[in-house]
């Protein structure tokens, strides 16, 4: 292997630089001792972190958006995983088309999609509903959930299934006892984005949550609109902490390049 150059390694470190030292100044501030943002913090203190269990909208937010993560990885992992299974295991007329039909809203801008759901939505009732959102956050949580599980069956050898069903088993029993087990790391991985996602996503909760019903990132949106205190920084580090801490869980578990299908 070619060792890498001086200049190579200071590209490197400045590229590191550009995406961690924003993290760094958020952390440094959620312990700050003043009443407003500012960096470097004249004191240090733990305050902002009590008062966000003291502010009951986020905290209410921060309930409706695990509850509504949670059920919308669920509902991804159960539509995707068939369709993924059929495009990568399966060869027939208009394969790659009901592919690119099913990751077609990663194409379009989120504020784009964000006013064509709200469009639709608002005719039917679903703005502002908790049904709503599931559909709206399946629509960008999908199309993740079946690339990352079309990736990890076309990467499965027949083989091994197909020995099962010279032994007996029927189809079913196959995918239940041989397949899915093998497709565990994928389906980690999958599990994980899908939640990740829909708890952060902010354009098209924006646009079809409403005042009754607020996810964190609108909470916190509306939030430093009239506020500009460290508890946003809190709790920007509380997330930070809990992203990293499940891909920290994704690697130890299976590890990151074979959860992808790598």
Same mark, same amino acid.
């Given at each position: 292997?070619?060792?890498?150059?001086?200049?190579?390694?200071?590209?490197?470190?400045?590229?590191?630089?550009?995406?961690?030292?924003?993290?760094?100044?958020?952390?440094?501030?959620?312990?700050?001792?003043?009443?407003?943002?500012?960096?470097p913090p004249s004191g240090w203190?733990?305050?902002?972190?009590?008062?966000?269990?003291?502010?009951?909208? *986020? /905290?209410?937010? #921060?309930?409706?958006?695990?509850? +509504?993560?949670? $059920? &919308?990885?669920? %509902? !991804? =992992?159960?539509?995707?995983?068939?369709?993924?299974?059929?495009?990568?295991?399966?060869?027939?007329r208009g394969r790659d088309a *009901? /592919?690119?039909? #099913?990751?077609?809203?990663?194409? +379009?801008?989120? $504020? &784009?999609?964000? %006013? !064509? =759901?709200?469009?639709?939505?608002?005719?039917?009732?679903?703005?502002?509903?908790?049904?709503?959102?599931?559909?709206?956050? *399946?629509?960008?949580?999908?199309?993740?959930?079946?690339?990352?599980?079309?990736?990890?069956?076309?990467?499965?050898?027949?083989?091994?299934?197909?020995?099962?069903?010279?032994?007996?088993?029927?189809?079913?029993?196959?995918?239940?006892?041989?397949?899915?087990?093998?497709?565990?790391?994928?389906?980690?991985?999958?599990?994980?984005?899908?939640?990740?996602?829909?708890?952060?996503?902010?354009?098209?909760?924006?646009?079809?949550?409403?005042?009754?019903?607020?996810?964190?990132?609108?909470?916190?949106?509306?939030?430093?609109?009239?506020?500009?205190?460290?508890?946003?920084?809190?709790?920007?580090?509380?997330?930070?902490?809990?992203?990293?801490?499940?891909?920290?869980?994704?690697?130890?578990?299976?590890?990151?390049?074979?959860?992808?299908?790598?």
């Open positions: 292997m070619k060792p890498t150059g001086p200049v190579l390694r200071l590209v490197v470190a400045l590229v590191y630089g550009f995406i961690l030292i924003p993290i760094v100044i958020v952390l440094a501030v959620s312990f700050s001792a003043d009443n407003y943002i500012v960096f203190s733990l305050r902002w972190y009590g008062t966000l269990l003291a502010t009951p909208t *986020l /905290f209410e937010a #921060f309930r409706v958006s695990v509850m +509504l993560a949670a $059920l &919308v990885t669920v %509902l !991804a =992992l159960a539509c995707g995983m068939p369709a993924a299974f059929l495009i990568a295991r399966h060869r027939f *009901l /592919f690119g039909f #099913f990751t077609a809203p990663l194409l +379009l801008p989120t $504020l &784009v999609l964000a %006013l !064509a =759901l709200l469009l639709a939505f608002h005719p039917w009732g679903l703005a502002a509903t908790v049904p709503g959102l599931v559909l709206a956050h *399946l629509t960008v949580t999908l199309p993740f959930v079946i690339r990352i599980l079309t990736t990890a069956f076309a990467n499965l050898t027949p083989d091994v299934e197909d020995a099962a069903a010279t032994l007996g088993a029927r189809p079913f029993t196959v995918f239940r006892r041989v397949t899915l087990p093998l497709v565990v790391p994928g389906l980690i991985a999958a599990t994980a984005l899908a939640f990740l996602l829909s708890f952060d996503e902010t354009v098209i909760s924006l646009f079809i949550s409403g005042p009754r019903l607020q996810t964190l990132p609108v909470a916190v949106y509306h939030y430093v609109e009239r506020r500009t205190d460290p508890a946003i920084a809190a709790l920007s580090a509380l997330m930070i902490t809990g992203s990293i801490a499940i891909v920290v869980l994704v690697e130890r578990m299976v590890g990151l390049m074979r959860a992808v299908g790598r």
